[in-house]
């Protein structure tokens, strides 16, 4: 009689057990991030030490030239690294929940690519929103066809019924075209002007400044709290979409919602540093074998692993040749290659 009291209250106390674990890693993430922007920060050529370093963070007396390189150069990259790897982190891990798919993200949905597009469209063409300022004008484009991209992916998903494999058909089929558009404007572009657009493809931090790692924050603390609210119901659509309808999640309202939430945070994200591949990827996986399916700490630890693996980019940028700061996106090219053939690998071996 007592068996099955005593059964349950084991069970529930092995799910508290792992939720606490789940909570503790998702702190260590936290620490780890935390120590991620502070070795972006100690690290690059002018040859700073941690003392110097966290005395002008802390406001204490120190030169003017440590000063300007800390507030005015270093802390808006290593700031933008961290918000940058924490939105493409977010966006990859909802995506990849809601497409029911391990290899979506923004990269390879057609978002990086429309956002190059747009970014060549300003730097070949010329062509921008009126009275935009010029330093914003790559940007804005940018922002804008990333955007564009995919709020047109979700209006052809939803014209041939909105379900998982159309969207990713819909986004294959945007990504080449986007591609072969970039293609052109490359070919007919000036040796200056084709110049800067290949550099902004690798994607780079050295553009970063503080309007826009306050523009990028905004979006990002808009997205969150909604990300964290739908939780729940991303776990229940993780168990399969017919599980999720019958505990009464509306799984095409959820969709259109989270893929909204995702292109603000990859169209801004993109439109700031350039094309920066496989964090989407790779910072929601690693989290996942962290802390699991369950997205109340899913979704954090998939924001913080983000972040570290783009303040670790960002630092090996500037320390793989010294003297040279390297497109980050090449950087997180090499790290998320590994990610992704383990990721195929895996996928053989279950079948």
Request: net charge positive; proline share 4%.
């Amino acid at each position: 009689m007592d068996r099955q009291p005593a059964i349950g209250g084991i069970l529930l106390d092995r799910y508290h057990r792992q939720n606490r674990r789940r909570a503790v890693l998702v702190a260590v993430m936290a620490a780890l991030a935390a120590l991620g922007i502070v070795l972006d920060l100690v690290t690059g050529p002018a040859g700073l030490p941690l003392s110097e370093t966290l005395r002008a963070l802390s406001g204490a007396e120190v030169s003017r030239a440590t000063e300007v390189i800390v507030w005015q150069v270093r802390l808006p990259v290593a700031a933008m690294a961290l918000l940058v790897g924490a939105a493409l982190a977010l966006s990859g891990a909802e995506m990849q929940t809601v497409l029911e798919n391990p290899l979506a993200e923004p990269f390879t949905l057609g978002v990086s690519a429309s956002a190059a597009l747009g970014a060549a469209v300003a730097i070949v063409l010329g062509l921008t929103l009126p009275f935009l300022p010029v330093q914003w004008s790559i940007s804005a484009n940018a922002f804008l066809f990333a955007l564009g991209a995919l709020t047109l992916l979700q209006l052809l998903g939803r014209l041939r019924g909105g379900g998982p494999e159309v969207l990713i058909l819909f986004g294959i089929a945007l990504n080449f075209s986007a591609a072969a558009f970039l293609s052109v404007l490359q070919f007919v572009a000036s040796a200056d002007a084709l110049q800067q657009l290949v550099f902004w493809t690798m994607g780079s931090l050295s553009a970063a400044n503080w309007q826009g790692v306050v523009a990028l924050a905004l979006v990002l603390a808009a997205c969150v709290p909604f990300s964290l609210r739908a939780a729940w119901q991303l776990t229940a659509l993780r168990m399969g979409e017919d599980q999720a309808r019958s505990f009464g999640v509306d799984v095409d309202a959820l969709r259109r919602w989270t893929l909204l939430r995702v292109s603000l945070l990859a169209a801004t994200a993109v439109s700031m540093v350039g094309v920066i591949g496989f964090v989407g990827l790779a910072g929601p996986h690693i989290a996942r074998m962290l802390v699991g399916e369950d997205h109340r700490f899913f979704l954090p630890a998939s924001v913080l692993t983000g972040a570290l693996v783009m303040s670790l980019a960002s630092t090996l940028s500037k320390m793989v040749v010294p003297g040279v700061l390297l497109p980050v996106g090449l950087v997180t090219s090499l790290i998320g290659l590994p990610v992704f053939f383990w990721l195929i690998m895996r996928g053989r071996t279950r079948r």
